[in-house]
């Protein structure tokens, strides 16, 4: 969502967001040898001790790297991102954001 609204409007608070979000992420993923990085979750609330590393876009691994990536992007003013269908973002920054 920062990313998104950083490309929009150009304004660096949001992608400073997006940089506290990310380290955020990072510092929670678990690396493993043979499956990489994931992030583990307790989804189920009901048996909080019944804990997943989903890999789904929404809500597992992928959607988080995939934010990685692009935040990378914007800070290598490399942005130029895959958008899905229903996301109100541009894919590159707006050329009149500042």
């Known amino acids: ?13 949001y992608l400073n967001y997006a940089k506290r979000v990310g380290k955020q992420l990072l510092s929670e993923s678990v690396y493993e040898e043979n499956t990489g990085a994931c992030w ?3 989804f189920d609330r009901t048996d909080p001790e019944h804990v997943t590393a989903k890999i789904g876009y929404l809500d597992g691994s992928s959607g988080i790297a995939a934010e990685l990536v692009q935040l990378y992007q914007a800070v290598t ?5 895959l958008r899905l269908p229903d996301d109100p973002y ?7 954001a500042k």
């Open 1 to 13: 969502m920062f990313l998104g609204l950083w490309a929009e409007t150009g304004e660096d608070k």
């Open 40 to 42: 583990y979750h307790a």
């Open 77 to 81: 003013n490399d942005f130029d991102v």
């Open 90 to 96: 541009p894919k590159t920054k707006t050329p009149s």
